[in-house]
């Protein structure tokens, strides 16, 4: 079959990125050309099809029946050229792969999985940066992406990993000197934020303690760093059901209380279009997947039957504190009876 003359490449280019984008400039500076470059290939586009290809005239440019047309056909064919490279590049599971992560889930979660993902492909190196930075997602140097955010992220490919629950956590340490009896009692302990502040006011408020009269607090970079803070008896941080569940299973970390708040939000799986098909990143996005789906992920209080009760229709703090999670003998004595009351304690 003769295919017809296409039309030259580059004016293709500027009339898929402004389309895609909606504004001129913005194609420019994703093209790394200059403004009046990029209305001049759009010109000569239309100029060799014959066609007007945007309405001109509103604040942010608008395709004509013919240049909607042609957009979806362009941008994929501009994508499959992209993956085709990608595939060429590295068209087997061998070599080096870049892997961002959040920190706390890199550390808590990732690093001690690490040997299972060596132990498949072992000729797979992985570069593990510690991150939460989304602006990875464009750089060429950077394979995978695993991010905490909304997943609201433009010109690349993004899945929900697992959504998150969060809930107090403490050292058996700390609780044995200076015990949470109630929520009110968090006023004589240390708080340590990850975040700027919001996720202990999410979790006050659903406890019915936001007038709760603060002590001390510590805010750090991020989660990592606040339940390390906490494993080092230093105060008592906001754990999630993914990263700290390993920590309390294993006793080193306590629930106090018996309720969890929703995160806002979530961890995701990120890459660029043109790498999402290779064969070394697909085995690592798809391992990364299949490992969250083996784990056996539980509450953090077994033990607690209802996290919130409601009374006339409105949502209340639990009435009482559940009882930790069982520790190992090698980790910690048995609880007394003066703890089994404590246990028991209403939450005021």
């Known amino acids: 079959m003769t295919l017809g003359r296409l039309p030259p490449l580059n004016p293709l280019r500027a009339f898929e990125a402004t389309a895609r984008h909606g504004s001129v400039t ?42 909607a047309l042609l957009l979806p056909t362009i941008s994929k064919a501009f994508e499959d050229i992209a993956t085709a490279t990608a595939l060429m590049k590295r068209p087997t599971t061998k070599g080096e792969l870049t892997v961002t992560c959040v920190p706390a889930l890199l550390s808590l979660w990732l690093i001690p999985r690490m040997n299972q993902f060596t132990e498949q492909y072992p000729d797979i190196r992985l570069t593990l940066i510690a991150t939460n930075e989304a602006h990875h997602l464009q750089s060429p140097d950077v394979d995978v992406c695993v991010l905490y955010g909304d997943g609201k992220w433009s010109d690349c490919w993004s899945r929900l990993w697992s959504t998150l629950k969060l809930f107090p956590v403490a050292s058996p340490t700390l609780l044995n000197s200076r015990p949470l009896r109630s929520v009110r009692d968090l006023r004589n302990h240390v708080l340590l934020h990850g975040d700027d502040g919001r996720e202990w006011n999410t979790w006050l408020a659903a406890a019915d303690a936001t007038d709760l009269a603060r002590g001390a607090q510590h805010f750090m970079s991020d989660a990592r760093l606040s339940t390390e803070a906490a494993l080092y008896g230093q105060g008592v941080s906001l754990g999630d059901t993914i990263t700290a569940s390993n920590l309390i299973a294993k006793g080193e970390l306590i629930v106090p209380f018996d309720l969890t708040v929703p995160a806002n939000d979530a961890f995701h799986v990120a890459c660029r279009n043109e790498v999402r098909n290779a064969p070394i990143v697909k085995v690592f996005i798809d391992w990364f997947f299949a490992s969250l789906e083996t784990d056996t992920i539980t509450e953090p209080q077994t033990s607690a039957r209802r996290i919130i009760r409601r009374r006339n229709g409105k949502i209340s703090a639990p009435e009482r504190v559940a009882a930790p999670p069982s520790i190992p003998t090698t980790r910690a004595k048995r609880p007394d009876r003066t703890q089994k009351r404590r246990a028991k304690a209403d939450i005021r």
């Open 26 to 67: 913005a194609a420019a500076r994703e093209l790394n050309v200059t403004h009046g470059a990029i209305s001049h290939q759009i010109k000569a586009l239309e100029a060799t099809l014959d066609v007007r290809l945007f309405e001109r005239g509103a604040q942010r440019l608008k395709l004509t029946a013919q240049g």
